[in-house]
């Protein structure tokens, strides 16, 4: 059973948003950690950065990949989660927690309709799956 | 499961140091002022010693020598490394790289004093341009992937040439590393092509690509599945009508020696792996050379200078204006041309036609022995190297990168694992001409005993290795806390 | 033939086995009008003892260092090789093991390559060194296009002393990615800094300097540094690594990379290939830089071992995002450099160094004591330096070789101002007798 909590918006590129307000908080979800492995290191734009969405924010690395994290979004950065520096292990532990990424701050609230529901994310992932 | 091995030797060179050893000798000074810090201002020395080790010589030897036999060499070790081609490398190359006329020429001694070295390269680019169907070839590319890069460039060059401006260069999606990251180094965007279930091209999606902003289609023949693409002249003609430049990846050359040549099939620049085809030694990762081979109409973009015979005399020529430019300071690997050239001599045509007509015999055989127990990727026959899946043994919990580490245990070197990329559990296995039934025969016996074991006791594999000097090693680690270095 | 094992009996029940009735039929794949008709109209193969004689006799052609007295210097040297460096790298566990994918099977190779990064790193002042790149000159190029990555700007700035050779590699690197590159002149031998801090700004990824440079002149480097940061720049540090047990390390004068032609570590001048190209970087930058890293972990049982790590940034996996296309590195070469600097060691490599820029400067003296020799340059020099001559350097260059003696590189054909100047270089291998033939010798050719 695919762990996809049902609060949160997801893209096909298996990123998660949480909308707070007219800010959203990002991360990648358990399939995409499980899918990389153990991951090895986060880059991260740095706060004050601009992010469009369905553009490149940054990479996630693992011992066999490198994967492009694409912005699901479009915004300003105003946080990004240090902890992953010294404990990029948060990711692949707790996804849609501890493993967060960043939050921005949206630019154009009507792009949160773009977004995959939980059920569609899951049918996606169910496809993908063999 | 414990290790069956007794403990092997664990020691960096900087932990057998011990302060005022020395393994060096050199003359004393004979010219009256010795002192750097009389002849150069202080700003411009040393301010802190580097801290290299201080070892007796013995010491050194002793050292290097148990280090190399924690090692699996192709001279112990029957290595079937797809793509690969780890074939002999002839000793007599060896002594012929060391001989002090090439060995110790210096690369800018003035063109006169190295009529040796120059007639060398001239006649090996000869040759290998008559291997290739070519009309001219250039030694300077270091590596295959420079070798890519020197070629795609002159693709480059010649497209601006003519007044186009081409953006993109198709790729297989079944095509080596090295293809798309040198099409992407020379400025292209990389556009993949779809491969049919059998891992040949898509014909029909590669037409939908063609058009006249593609430059290139970069393709290896015999393909990374081990088989000669059907319908190769097919492609190059439909390429050429659209403008577009074929390339070919010359790794698996040794299938195809005195059988067929990428100039013939249509192709405008292919380039050859001398530590592959060529048996210059792979060293542990290098060196090797890369040359790449041309049709006349790219030659003047060729990198510069060019090994031209005026007459008698063989020259540098640095008058191409059209050139490229370099990839190398000089002129290229010379020491790998020489034991290129003394083994494209001692084979000549009919030698270099066995060469490739053993390796498929080879690589059908080990496919037929091997075929009832992993699923062939494709149908046989293959050429000189054939691709199973290990996706039955994966149902058992056993995948291809186990199956690999269970043969080191067996005495062999593992096949290369997971390419390609459209296979799934691949093992791509080239055992190359050099090798005996004998070999093969051993070899084909362990791949079935790991069959057999994946079903009956699959903890043996996946515990495998357990007689190499280190079992399984924390990749992870490795790549979370990067430690490159030593420190005391 | 004696690489090839099957016998017409074995190649009989292999086909046997494969149930086909010849080697055609497997080759039945090739389109016959692709096939060859004939043989390849390549020369009749040699037996060893002829093939032997004919090789010998275009070595003979050449006139090689140790036929000839060799002052010749330009990225390629000849410094000491001690003797077990050869038969060291000759064992077949090393020289024809594979690249080290499989570690269990590889821990020779990726034990010595560790060594190798950790000695580069000390000689170089630098936090991490790679593997090896292809030889000094693509190092740079790849350091350019490090550079450029790293900070998103486009234009490189090399200052003129840098090998001219090195500087048209790093121009085909450059121009995939349509990298402006701009030239910090040297009137006087060395960059003019004034210049440089001109041309270095916004737009610059960066400046590159190279010390001693191809005239054999010391460079500011520290003065570089502070230009090239000022602007937000990474300074990139060429030099030869057989020097830094005596120059001052380029990284604590301010190199953010470091990159250098490696060929005297014990690599045989070899006709200028196979090199060693050198690079290392400032930790920060470890995940940008191209080429391969062996890093240390442990196995299941809790043993030290080592791996290739942080691979995910090569073209194997990368592909078409890779840091760099690079796929071997010069393994073997790297090995002789390692072994090279575990028998020199801390006290050795000082001495190359020492007794080198010894000889260089009576060279120098000597040399110029003639009438209408002279230094071209003011700078200081290490182990090599630029004279002007009152005859043609290619004459006296021809001259002195009907004494056996490579005197120099005639520059005229690298820059037009030089030509009428000879770069000569002076290892440790010269003798005193040595110089003071070469001095006679040249004293004549110039018609004193």
């Known amino acids: ?130 | 499961m414990s290790r069956a091995a007794p403990a092997s030797y664990d020691q960096l060179v900087f932990e057998v140091s011990s302060p005022g050893r020395v393994g060096y000798s050199l003359p004393e000074c004979d010219v009256p002022e010795a002192d750097p810090q009389t002849l150069l201002p202080a700003r411009y020395l040393r301010s802190v010693a580097p801290a290299l080790p201080e070892v007796s010589e013995f010491d050194v030897v002793r050292h290097y020598s148990r280090l190399s036999r924690l090692n699996y060499g192709l001279d112990t070790h029957f290595y079937p490394l797809g793509s690969c081609t780890m074939k002999y490398n002839p000793r007599l190359n060896e002594d012929m790289a060391r001989l002090p006329g090439f060995a110790r020429l210096h690369p800018l001694t003035p063109e006169g004093a190295a009529q040796g070295a120059l007639a060398l390269m001239h006649a090996l680019a000869a040759a290998l341009a008559e291997i290739a169907g070519m009309d001219a070839v250039s030694l300077q590319p270091a590596a295959g992937a420079q070798g890519e890069l020197a070629g795609i460039l002159m693709i480059r060059a010649y497209h601006r040439s003519r007044g186009e401006r081409r953006t993109k260069v198709l790729v297989p999606n079944s095509a080596h590393g090295t293809n798309p990251a040198s099409t992407a180094i020379a400025g292209y965007e990389v556009v993949e092509v779809k491969s049919t279930g059998t891992g040949e091209v898509d014909v029909d999606d590669l037409a939908r690509h063609l058009g006249p902003d593609v430059a290139a289609f970069m393709i290896t023949v015999p393909n990374t599945l081990g088989m000669f693409e059907p319908r190769v002249t097919e492609i190059t003609e439909m390429c050429h009508a659209s403008g577009v430049q074929v390339y070919m990846d010359g790794a698996n050359l040794n299938a195809i020696l005195g059988i067929t040549r990428p100039g013939d099939l249509g192709f405008d620049v292919c380039h050859f792996n001398l530590h592959k085809t060529f048996t210059t030694p792979h060293g542990g990762g290098g060196p090797g050379a890369g040359p790449v081979g041309v049709k006349a109409h790219l030659e003047p973009f060729l990198p510069l200078p060019v090994v031209a015979k005026r007459g008698a005399h063989y020259t540098l020529d640095w008058r191409r204006p059209m050139s490229i430019g370099k990839l190398q300071a000089f002129w290229g690997n010379f020491g790998m041309m020489v034991r290129a050239y003394t083994y494209i001599r001692t084979m000549g045509a009919d030698g270099l036609r066995l060469v490739s007509d053993n390796a498929v015999l080879n690589a059908n055989y080990i496919m037929k022995r091997l075929e009832s127990h992993y699923d062939p990727a494709a149908p046989g026959p293959c050429m000189h190297e054939c691709v199973l899946s290990a996706r039955r043994q994966k149902r058992q919990g056993v995948s291809a990168m186990d199956v690999g580490k269970r043969l080191l245990d067996l005495g062999f070197y593992a096949p290369s694992t997971y390419f390609p990329l459209i296979v799934d559990e691949a093992l791509m296995i080239e055992p190359t001409e050099t090798e005996s039934k004998q070999t093969l025969d051993a070899f084909c016996d362990a791949m079935i005993q790991i069959a057999r074991e994946a079903g009956e006791t699959p903890g043996v594999i996946q515990e495998a290795p357990l007689t190499t000097p280190v079992r399984r090693l924390d990749q992870t680690r490795a790549a979370r806390e990067p430690v490159l270095r030593w420190s005391p | ?448």
């Open chain 1, 1 to 130: 059973m695919a762990n996809v909590p049902s609060d949160l918006k997801y893209t096909k590129e298996h990123e998660w948003a949480q909308i707070e307000g007219d800010r959203a908080r990002v991360g990648i979800t358990a399939y995409a950690q499980e899918q990389l492995g153990d991951v090895v290191f986060v880059e991260l734009p740095t706060v004050g950065a601009t992010v469009t969405q369905h553009r490149g924010f940054g990479v996630v690395e693992s011992v066999k990949a490198v994967s492009d994290l694409f912005a699901p979004l479009s915004g300003k950065v105003v946080e990004i989660n240090g902890e992953l520096v010294n404990a990029p292990e948060l990711v692949n532990q707790d996804p849609y927690g501890r493993g967060w990424m960043m939050v921005i701050a949206l630019a154009n609230a009507a792009e949160v309709a773009e977004l995959l529901s939980p059920e569609r994310y899951e049918a996606l992932v169910a496809q993908a799956g063999h």
């Open chain 3, 1 to 448: 033939m004696r690489y090839i094992a099957n016998t017409r009996d074995e190649q009989r029940a292999m086909l046997d086995v494969i149930g086909a009735h010849s080697i055609e039929d497997l080759l039945m794949g090739i389109p016959a009008k692709a096939r060859l008709g004939q043989p390849l109209p390549l020369a009749p193969a040699l037996a060893e003892t002829d093939l032997v004689r004919h090789l010998r006799d275009l070595a003979a052609h050449n006139a090689d260092a140790d036929a000839y007295t060799c002052f010749l210097g330009g990225g390629s040297y000849d410094h000491y090789v001690p003797s077990p460096i050869s038969h060291l790298i000759s064992r077949g566990e090393f020289f024809t093991a594979y690249t080290p994918y499989q570690p269990e099977a590889s821990q020779g190779t990726l034990r010595t390559i560790f060594e190798y990064q950790t000695m580069i790193a000390e000689l170089s002042g630098m936090d991490v060194a790679n593997a090896s790149i292809y030889d000094g000159a693509s190092s740079l190029a790849e350091a350019a296009l490090m550079a450029h990555a790293v900070t998103s700007r486009s234009e490189i700035v090399l200052a003129s002393g840098v090998h001219p050779l090195a500087r048209r590699v790093v121009a085909t690197y450059c121009a995939g990615p349509g990298l402006r590159l701009r030239d910090a002149a040297a009137p006087e031998g060395t960059m003019d800094l004034g210049g440089a801090r001109a041309l270095v700004g916004p737009k610059t990824a960066a400046l590159v300097i190279q010390s001693p440079n191809f005239y054999g002149c010391l460079e500011d480097v520290a003065a570089a540094a502070e230009i090239a940061h000022g602007a937000g720049t990474l300074l990139v540090v060429a030099a030869d690594p057989v020097n830094l047990g005596v120059l001052e390390a380029p990284g604590r004068l301010g190199a953010d990379i470091y990159v250098g032609e490696g060929q005297g570590l014990g690599v045989p001048m070899s006709f200028g290939g196979p090199n060693l190209g050198v690079f290392a970087a400032k930790g920060e930058l470890v995940r940008r830089m191209p080429g391969r890293l062996v890093g240390a972990t442990v196995d299941v049982d809790g043993r030290r071992g080592f791996v290739l790590t942080l691979q995910t940034r090569e073209q194997h996996i990368r592909r078409a995002k890779a840091t760099s296309n690079i796929c071997t590195n010069v393994a073997l070469c790297a090995l002789m450099a390692t072994i090279y600097l575990a028998l020199l060691g801390k006290q050795g490599l000082a001495k190359v160094g020492e007794l080198s820029t010894a000889k260089a400067h009576y060279a120098a003296e000597r040399l110029t004591d003639i009438p209408g020799v002279a230094l071209r340059f003011p700078a200081p020099f290490f182990k090599e330096f630029v004279l002007t001559l009152p005859k043609s350097p290619a004459r006296v260059v021809r001259r002195l070789a009907k004494d056996r003696i490579l005197a120099g590189v005639p520059l005229g054909s690298f820059e037009k101002r030089l030509r009428d100047s000879l770069l000569v270089a002076v290892t440790e291998k010269r003798t005193r007798e040595e110089i003071d033939r070469f001095a006679t010798a040249l004293a004549k050719a110039v018609g004193s």
